[in-house]
């Protein structure tokens, strides 16, 4: 073996041996967390935090029913509003954006997602809350679904774009039109990465506290209909961890743990229905 | 595909149902009574199943913006409003005191629980920055019998707007001229020095933390992490633990000098054991009610709240209004046209 | 790649004028117009946001103009407010996240995508992409109660002790700072960086890279000259992402940075950042001109966004 050749093994070992201790520092510290979390809220989850609503404190029992329905409610509204403008503009992005409005709608898409959640649920606080004067589900809809659009356009653009050429010719060449083949063709071969954008940009803003305080707001009730205010899981967690009372607190971890297992059920959910048209899983 | 779209659909159309509603009233405001608040929503709504009170605490000063833009039905604020402020609204405004509460300094030194005893000059100028070491003459004459170390004091303040920065500033500013005219009184001013946490939990945990530090907290606050708070001189100059007793003395010496509209400051009050860092909390609600059915709801809940709901405040650690204020209260609340 | 070469129509004559078929048919036209409005919407939202900012500004933008920007007191009571500070906060605490992010998100992307078996390397990401759904707020309190008190027992001494000729690592330690802030920020923003990159790493053909080893290539060596420049765009993509969230965070960096609007060489020393002031004291705000004060804060935040994509993407263009 020539000396090249050693130092370039040498090379590849190091090079790998550093990617190996960040994965281990991430993934420790990602364990750590998960940990911390579903330890401290593990011991506070019972039967009736999935049942009842919340009570005062003090007073025995309490959960917060109410809020992990609103969490689903919301993210489902924000899903609505928010997935079909960042998907398909990530397909006009891939499919038709070379030009200089492209490079204008990547630019603003970006310059969305720098944008402060709360100055996100401001903006649709003047929007929504103040012409309709009153807090609602639909003006925290409103909120999460703006925050979805940046990665969801960008997520969804990068993975249409990895896709290869050869496949779109082949397809315009069998006489398919464009448009069939952008939707039967070229977003099944990108499906995986798209479905793990999307599932991310759900994820992370089902634990976006700050738009709803003034579009939701909170509700200690139900919520009926999307006109009312409406509780959920991040902003009970803000309001009981701020709080003195530990028995609040132990249901600010209780609440995040559920946050978490909602989000990975979903996960998971997805990923199993997606799998008959998934062709690498 | 076309099956998302009908999972879609479904889910929008079953979501969106409403049944027949009970009655609900929406408030925001102070975080101080949140604990209050909600146990008082709580007992209403078992007396009162048809009527549901639902508050949120986002900040005084959003209590008070949300009010004044009718987004919602009533306000509650630490602070009262201003004069400003009550001529932006688009109607009168009415204040009612519900509970007292008191401010406290937390403060971690070596040795743990020893009771300090601050004088007026000495906290003033620990904030403004003018005392900076615990063994400072200022601080050690009040506590001849205590051995403070000589370290660097750490200031903790509030680094989010809130009623109780308001209420502490308040009270700074009257026991000091120099900090009246370098910072003033709000929900956020200037700190001249210090380390901002967020809440009073996260004023409460960075004191717990940093060793040789300070801040101020509301008292249920200290009491549940169980931290030392020591004790405040008075105006009467007399050193004065907060406990319920001495902000509800506090409170009767302003009762005499209530004004009509009950927007009065009971900061640095007179009388030998009343508690000089004392505050009331108000709820803000129109003298003319635009909807009668909900202006029905908020005249029976105050007459309740000024009647059983003030046996509930002890046991939260907040301090029931005295006999004369409720019924000051009682009278201005005829005033309210449904 | 968009494929441009492809508008050219691959039929001609009659075939072409079929209803319906062609690549300039009916069916073609209402779905390019459709993906059209939609992005069309997108840069519509962005120019809202924009008007909304500005036009809830303008008493502020009156009363200090441009000393707005170099003005180092804010003072709500006085009514005087710079945002200097905040913006210094705001720019050294995403610096350090994206510093710190960058290299440790892509280092464990290639080792998911490249070494790890793959049942581990899937479980593995689906655990990281957990981490992106913890609130700001469970951050927070992590920070709160278990970085801060490491830092200020155990790094920020250390630091200190060794660095501390550097001004960069002087001053007393705390626990909150600028550099626990920045390193609450890494562990938020790493989740973005490691998922997307990750699964852009395995979306490389399979070719590509069989093409490297044939050729004698190490194994990092066919990493880093086939994967890596094809995945060029999809990882600089997820890099802008993970910078937008460590501008915009809020909740977690108020809680561990000590809230104290200075300048400060030193990255121990406490800060504050225009997002955490922005939450802080927002729902408080009384007068009218602080009201607009803090949303002209909103502004600048936006401005600066603008202009450091705007870097960024001159950056890809002249390494191209």
């Given amino acids: 073996m020539s000396a090249s050749y050693q130092k370039r093994r040498l090379v590849n070992f190091i090079a790998f041996g550093l990617t190996g201790g960040c994965a281990l520092l991430t993934l420790g510290v990602l364990f750590f967390i998960l940990g911390y979390v579903t330890a401290h809220g593990f011991a506070s989850l019972s039967w009736s935090f999935f049942t009842q609503l919340p009570k005062p404190v003090g007073d025995p029992g309490g959960g917060m029913a109410n809020a ?17 403008i960042g998907v398909l503009g990530g397909v006009y992005l891939a499919e038709f954006g070379g030009n200089a409005f492209g490079f204008f709608v990547r630019y603003a898409a970006d310059v969305i997602n720098g944008v402060p959640s709360i100055v996100m649920g401001i903006f649709a606080y003047a929007i929504v809350v103040l012409p309709m004067k009153r807090f609602s589900t639909l003006a925290g809809g409103v909120a999460l679904g703006l925050m979805l659009i940046p990665i969801a356009v960008r997520s969804t653009e990068e993975f249409l774009k990895l896709v290869p050429r050869s496949i779109r010719e082949s397809a ?39 738009p709803l305080l003034f579009t939701a707001f909170g509700n200690r009730f139900w919520s009926s209909g999307w006109l009312n205010p409406i509780a959920s899981l991040p902003v009970m967690i803000f309001t009981y961890a701020v709080s003195p009372y530990a028995d609040w607190h132990r249901q600010a971890w209780a609440a995040a743990l559920v946050l978490l297992m909602l989000v990975l059920i979903s996960n998971v959910g997805a990923r199993l229905l997606m799998r008959k048209r998934i062709r690498a899983f | 595909m076309k099956k998302l779209l009908a999972v879609w659909l479904v889910g929008l159309l079953g979501a969106g149902y409403a049944s027949a509603d009970p009655l609900l009233m929406n408030g925001a405001g102070a975080t101080f009574p949140y604990p209050i608040y909600s146990k008082w929503f709580d007992e209403y709504h078992k007396i009162h199943p048809e009527i549901q009170f639902n508050y949120q605490s986002i900040g005084s000063g959003g209590g008070i913006r949300q009010i004044s833009s009718r987004t919602v039905d009533f306000g509650a604020s630490d602070g ?5 402020q009550l001529k932006d609204a688009p109607a009168p405004l009415m204040h009612f005191p519900t509970v007292l509460g008191g401010l406290v300094r937390p403060y971690h030194i070596e040795g743990g629980k020893t009771e300090l005893r601050f004088t007026q000059k000495a906290i003033a100028g620990i904030f403004l920055g003018s005392v900076t070491r615990w063994n400072d003459p200022e601080i050690q004459k009040a506590n001849a019998d205590v051995k403070l170390p000589d370290a660097a004091i750490v200031v903790v303040h509030r680094s989010d707007g809130s009623g109780t920065s308001y209420c502490w500033t308040d009270f700074l500013s009257k026991i000091s001229p120099q900090w009246a005219q370098k910072v003033g009184k709000g929900t956020s001013v200037n700190w001249p020095v210090g380390l901002g946490g967020k809440g009073n939990e996260g004023v409460a945990g960075l004191v717990e933390q940093t060793p040789d530090s300070i801040g101020y907290v509301e008292l249920i606050y200290a009491l549940q992490n169980k931290i030392a708070y020591g004790s405040l001189q008075n105006k009467a100059g007399r050193f004065v633990k907060c406990s319920l007793d001495s902000v509800s003395a506090a409170a009767a010496g302003a009762a005499r000098r209530m004004p009509k509209d009950f927007r009065v400051s009971i900061t640095d009050a007179p009388g030998e054991s009343a508690y000089p860092a004392s505050t009331f909390t108000w709820l803000l609600i129109y003298e003319k009610q635009a909807d009668p059915a909900k202006g029905k709801a908020i005249v029976d809940f105050l007459h309740w709240m000024l009647t059983e709901g003030q046996g509930y405040t002890k046991g939260l650690g907040y301090a029931p209004l005295s006999p004369q204020v409720v019924a000051e209260e009682k009278a201005a609340m005829q005033r309210i046209q449904l | 790649m968009p494929f441009v070469s492809i508008e050219k129509p691959l039929l001609r004559g009659p075939a072409l004028r079929r209803k319906g078929r062609g690549p300039f048919g009916i069916g073609d036209r209402l779905f390019k117009g459709l993906a059209l409005f939609f992005a069309w919407m997108i840069l519509a939202i962005a120019v809202m946001i924009a008007w909304q900012l500005w036009k ?12 707005f920007l170099t003005g180092q007191i804010w003072d709500p009571v006085g009514e005087r407010f710079g945002a200097l500070p905040f913006i210094f906060g705001t720019l050294v605490s995403s610096a350090i996240a994206l510093l710190v992010a960058a ?44 970085l801060v008190p490491w830092m200020r027992v155990h790094l920020q001494p250390w630091l200190i002790r060794a660095f501390g000729f550097i001004p960069l690592f002087r001053g007393p330690a705390y626990g909150v700072g600028m550099l626990t802030a920045g390193m609450v920020l890494a562990i938020m923003v790493i989740p973005f960086i490691t998922t997307l990159s990750r699964e852009v790493f395995m979306s490389v053909p399979v070719s590509l890279k069989e093409a490297a080893l044939a050729l004698g290539a190490t194994h990092w060596e066919s990493v880093r000259l086939a994967v890596l420049p094809y995945a060029r765009s999809g990882v600089i993509g997820s890099l802008f992402l993970a910078l937008g969230r460590a501008l915009g965070e809020t909740m977690a960096v108020t809680m561990v940075i000590g809230n104290r609007p200075q300048i400060a060489a030193s990255l121990l020393a406490p800060g504050y950042t225009m997002a955490a002031v922005l939450a802080n004291e927002f729902t408080e705000a009384t007068s009218d001109l602080y009201v607009h004060a803090l949303i002209e804060i909103g502004l600048v935040l936006f401005c600066i966004t603008i202009l450091v994509n705007g870097l960024g993407r001159l950056i890809l263009i002249k390494t191209r």
Avoid: H
């Fill in chain 3, 56 to 67: 809830n500004s303008a008493l502020s933008r009156r009363a200090f103009g441009w000393s």
């Fill in chain 2, 80 to 84: 009262p409003m201003t004069d400003q």
């Fill in chain 1, 68 to 84: 992990i329905a609103g969490t689903l409610k919301l993210i489902f509204l924000a899903a609505w509003i928010g997935l079909p």
């Fill in chain 1, 172 to 210: 315009l060449a069998l006489g398919i039109p464009r448009w069939k083949a952008i939707l039967w063709i070229v977003i099944p071969a990108a499906l995986r990465g798209l479905l793990t954008g999307v599932m991310l940009d759900l994820s992370r803003v089902s634990g976006e506290t700050a």
């Fill in chain 3, 103 to 146: 290299p440790m998100g892509i280092g464990v992307a290639v080792f998911l995508a490249e070494l790890a078996p793959r049942r581990v390397s899937d479980a593995c990401a689906f655990l990281i992409e957990l981490l992106a759904a913890i609130p700001s707020v469970v951050y927070g309190l992590l920070g709160i109660f278990v």
